[in-house]
């Protein structure tokens, strides 16, 4: 069974910049989530997708965009960079939107963005 | 504001002993309470949950306690090994599924000394 994976591991980007950040699910799993994780913080939930329409988002700015595909696999799309969005981003997938009985989310490595 | 709070930032154990990981939370509405554990350059792994209508649930080594009254929870492992060493990150989720996502702490790193 293959886990979440993303790419890329590692991306630097410059102020203004726009950038796409890869998600496959696991298998089976049709709900993915992205969350930002800042220095010393915890993750951050951005916006879920289930069944490829955005199903709920966390307090992010509309430069913060997603998409699901049909095999489920998602992308996150963050326009014009500000330096703040230095970040490590994870995506994690479910077997549903819900968060309780078996329905846990399962989290990628994530991706560090870098703006300068 | 911060709804989920961790306090301590680290904790060091030693190897065979408990470990004792606290969590505070001021979301009344929260109802389903979560651990992660996250080892460096990996995503958080889930270990344990507790949903608002119990006040204990144990998965071999790890136990959570809800103490919902303080709005309060703990993890507790026992005994502690090498392995255990990782940040955990308590979190929380209201009512309605996954469209809220999940509230996290900032996290404790616990340190198992030998």
């Known amino acids: 069974e293959t886990g979440v994976t993303q790419s890329p591991t590692h991306l630097i980007k410059t102020r203004g910049q726009q950038v796409t950040l890869r998600c496959s699910s696991q298998?089976?799993?049709?709900?993915v989530s992205w969350y930002q994780q800042a220095l010393g913080q915890g993750p951050q939930f951005i916006f879920q997708?289930?069944?490829?329409?955005?199903?709920g988002r966390g307090n992010f700015p509309p430069r913060f965009s997603g998409l699901q595909f049909p095999n489920y696999s998602s992308e996150l799309n963050v326009n014009a960079l500000e330096l703040d969005d230095s970040a490590l981003y994870l995506c994690?997938?479910?077997?549903?939107?819900?968060?309780?009985?078996?329905?846990?989310?399962?989290f990628g490595p994530g991706t560090r963005l870098t703006v300068t | 504001d911060q709804q989920v709070k961790q306090n301590s930032p680290s904790l060091s154990v030693q190897e065979g002993r408990i470990s004792i990981l606290n969590c505070d939370y001021t979301?009344?509405?929260?109802?389903?309470f979560l651990w992660y554990k996250k080892y460096p350059a990996e995503g958080p792994t889930f270990l344990i949950s507790?949903?608002?209508?119990?006040d204990k649930n144990e998965d071999g080594r790890f136990t959570v306690f809800l103490n919902k009254s303080a709005k309060h929870l703990s993890l507790h492992i026992v005994p502690s090994q090498p392995g255990d060493s990782a940040v955990y990150f308590c979190?929380?989720?209201?009512?309605?599924?996954?469209?809220?996502?999940?509230?996290f702490g900032k996290g404790t790193h616990l340190i198992i000394q030998p």
């Open positions: 507790i949903s608002s209508i119990k």
């Open positions: 298998s089976g799993h049709n709900t």
């Open positions: 994690a997938s479910s077997l549903g939107p819900q968060l309780a009985g078996g329905y846990e989310q399962y």
């Open positions: 997708y289930y069944r490829e329409e955005e199903n």
């Open positions: 979301n009344s509405m929260f109802d389903y």
């Open positions: 979190a929380a989720s209201e009512p309605g599924g996954g469209a809220d996502g999940l509230t």
